[in-house]
């Protein structure tokens, strides 16, 4: 079965700070990951995805295989990055379109 | 705002009811998902459908009841014997290629 854990409940940076929220996952074959943000009083919205390896509103993040790891990164926050930010999953095959999710990190970028 | 709609944003439900919570979509996805969001815990998935007539259980999928006539339609019945439904319910949807999933704003359940 596919797990994805975000070890950082919740995140706090300086604005222009670098920022990096966590995502690990285990899956024995070749997931597809994506990150989910929800601002405050919003949707939840597709932030990137890893197989389209773009960059959005500054943020990257790339697919470690060896170290099963999809980690956010941004070298400069800023305070209107404050959100949940999940990491997800899709496991392919019969389970394909379904998205395991992480228990999500709060970010918090302060002035 | 077009896309999900789910209806009610709000709902109190009492003790040993049953309650439906709607979800429309005009996006034409052919996949509907319900998931529950509590703190600490993500976003876990009831039910989930790929296709009209046909849906399959997610991982947390006691308690809830689904159906899938239309396309369009995807609504989640939350039945007593769920044990702890109050929570925040998000219904969304996939299109075959998956470029992600689009959701909904959302229902929040209280059992009072």
């Known amino acids: 079965a596919q797990r994805v854990t975000q070890p950082e409940k919740l995140l706090s940076v300086f604005k222009g700070a670098p920022v990096e929220l966590k995502c690990n996952y285990s899956y024995s074959g070749s997931p597809e990951l994506f990150w989910y943000v929800q601002y405050s009083r919003q949707r939840l919205q597709l932030l990137l995805r890893?197989?389209s390896r773009e960059s959005i509103k500054g943020f990257t993040a790339d697919l470690n295989k060896g170290e099963t790891s999809f980690h956010l990164k941004k070298p400069f926050a800023q305070e209107e990055d404050s959100a949940m930010y999940y990491c997800?999953?899709?496991?392919?095959?019969?389970?394909?379109?379904?998205?395991?999710f992480g228990q999500g990190t709060i970010l918090t970028v302060h002035p | 705002d077009g896309g999900i709609t789910q209806s009610p944003k709000y709902l109190f439900r009492k003790e040993g009811q049953n309650v439906t919570l709607s979800c429309e979509q005009n996006l034409n996805h052919d996949a509907m998902y319900w998931y529950r969001q509590d703190p600490g815990q993500g976003l876990r998935l009831i039910y989930y459908s790929q296709i009209v007539n046909d849906f399959q259980k997610g991982d947390i999928a006691e308690g809830y009841s689904v159906s899938r006539e239309k396309k369009e339609s995807f609504p989640l019945t939350v039945t007593s014997a769920q044990k702890n439904p109050t929570a925040f319910y998000l219904c969304a949807t996939s299109n075959r290629g998956l470029n992600g999933y689009t959701f909904g704003s959302g229902t929040r359940l209280t059992v009072v």
């Open positions: 890893h197989i």
């Open positions: 997800a999953l899709n496991a392919g095959g019969t389970s394909y379109g379904k998205l395991t």
